[in-house]
């Protein structure tokens, strides 16, 4: 999680195919990209088509991105969470009264093909948790 503007706050959820040395390089090269672009205030959903054209030209042997990626919006009692998912499990958003309620949000991985489905999904709650 990191800060994006005065009540706002990024977060993103993810997993690289593969492990060792090379899928952390991917990690890192995607985390610093990914915060970059969450500076300009865009969409999840754009943040993602971008990193995801970033990693389309790059020779990634194979690899890919599962992530979800999130803007939350914090202002007093109320929270808005707009997100957009990449290949990665959903998001849920845990009320008050400690009922889960899945966002529906699904997009295409990140890395394989040169233009991917997305769409961001957004959600308020009233002094409620958000969860991802």
């Given at each position: ?76 009692d ?29 997009g ?25």
């Amino acid at each position: 999680m990191f800060a994006v503007g005065a009540d706002q706050w990024g977060l993103a959820i993810g997993d690289v195919c593969g492990k060792g040395p090379q899928a952390a390089a991917i990690t890192a090269m995607a985390r610093w990209t990914l915060r970059s672009l969450v500076g300009d205030a865009q969409a999840p959903a754009e943040v993602l088509r971008k990193l995801n054209e970033f990693m389309f030209r790059q020779d990634l042997n194979g690899r890919f991105i599962t992530l979800v990626d999130a803007v939350l919006d914090l202002r007093g009692d109320e929270a808005r969470v707009t997100l957009a998912c990449a290949g990665h499990p959903p998001a849920i958003v845990v009320s008050d009264s400690g009922e889960p309620v899945r966002v529906n949000a699904s997009g295409d991985l990140l890395g394989v093909w040169p233009e991917i489905r997305l769409r961001d999904t957004s959600r308020q709650t009233i002094g409620s948790t958000i969860s991802a």
